[in-house]
């Protein structure tokens, strides 16, 4: 009797073709080789569906879903919606895996039956970071509770395992265009789900090539923004309100900093504001605000 297979594969696209055939490549030779891969093409317009015919053709594995464009949030939601196996593992297309990823994963999950999902750790290909990889990144927290969560944990999704009921009752949301998946590991701790790490350095992060720095740097400000949006909305469950509110002036202070330096002086306003309520008897805040007053003024 088929069981059906271990683990659901969902691989979100949209236009990424070349990167998407690499990333399928990587799956299909996994050492763990009882798992489905649902790829959910979001409005592709650059041959991804021809592309995928004949990449699929034959694997009683694979199958495609079309659909227009609705973003990544809602194409993960229809993957996980689709998937069959216990456990779903997400991969974005620009990403590979390592042969043994997944049964490094699921093994992980094994050897801790509470855990209700997993995060391995990730190699930085192309992204002039201070590190090889995002566990030993100095800058990053682990994603394992709801106090690291509102202090800026995070991970990538394509070193993510949960399990499938968990992904279905959670979701992803389109309220975030970029930090989506970080949302969805919040609710996850917010829910009380059980998060482990596996120390294995099993995925490659890529920065496509030709992805410059200017892009780089309007992609990390955009971040920015919206991370602090997720921790001004989930505040109130942390369980040590103070260092989020030391970080929360951070963050403040931050894209304050970022805005006044690219000359956006109004929209840095309501962030100093906040930096000097959170901390009245810091003159920095005080002195970038006058600035942008005297710069408004002038103009």
């Given at each position: 009797m088929n069981a059906g297979p271990a683990v659901s594969v969902v691989i979100p696209t949209y236009n990424r073709r070349a990167l998407l055939v690499e990333a399928v490549g990587t799956v299909r030779s996994q050492t763990q080789d009882d798992f489905e891969l649902v790829i959910v093409?979001?409005?592709?317009?650059?041959?991804?569906?021809?592309?995928?015919?004949?990449?699929?053709?034959?694997?009683?594995?694979?199958?495609v879903i079309r659909q227009s464009n609705h973003g990544t949030a809602m194409a993960r939601n229809r993957g996980v919606a689709e998937a069959r196996a216990p456990w779903v593992a997400f991969l974005d297309s620009d990403d590979l895996w390592?042969?043994?990823?997944?049964?490094?994963?699921?093994?992980?999950?094994?050897d801790d039956p509470e855990a209700d999902l997993v995060v391995g750790d990730v190699a930085y290909v192309n992204q002039g970071r201070k590190a090889d990889s995002l566990f030993a990144d100095p800058d990053f927290r682990a994603p394992i509770s709801l106090d690291a969560m509102c202090l800026g944990g995070w991970a990538l999704p394509s070193a993510i395992v949960v399990r499938t009921e968990i992904a279905r009752a959670i979701g992803f949301t389109n309220t975030?265009?970029?930090?989506?998946?970080?949302?969805?590991?919040?609710?996850?701790?917010?829910?009380?789900?059980?998060?482990?790490?596996?120390?294995?350095?099993?995925v490659q992060w890529r920065r496509p090539e030709g992805e410059g720095a200017p892009a780089k740097t309007s992609e990390a400000f955009e971040i920015e923004v919206e991370m602090l949006e997720l921790m001004e909305a989930y505040r109130?469950?942390?369980?040590?309100?103070?260092?989020?509110?030391?970080?929360?002036?951070?963050?403040?202070?931050?894209?304050?900093?970022?805005l006044s330096r690219s000359g956006q002086f109004r929209e840095a306003r309501p962030h100093l504001r906040a930096c000097m309520r959170a901390r009245p008897a810091r003159l920095g805040p005080r002195l970038l605000y006058l600035r942008g007053l005297f710069s408004i003024h002038r103009s």
């Open positions: 093409d979001d409005g592709s317009t650059d041959g991804t569906a021809e592309a995928l015919q004949s990449l699929i053709a034959g694997d009683p594995r694979a199958r390592e042969s043994e990823y997944l049964a490094s994963q699921l093994c992980a999950l094994a975030y265009r970029i930090i989506e998946d970080t949302e969805f590991l919040l609710r996850c701790h917010v829910d009380g789900h059980r998060c482990i790490l596996n120390p294995a350095r099993l109130h469950l942390a369980p040590d309100p103070e260092a989020v509110a030391r970080r929360l002036y951070a963050a403040h202070r931050s894209v304050a900093k970022s």
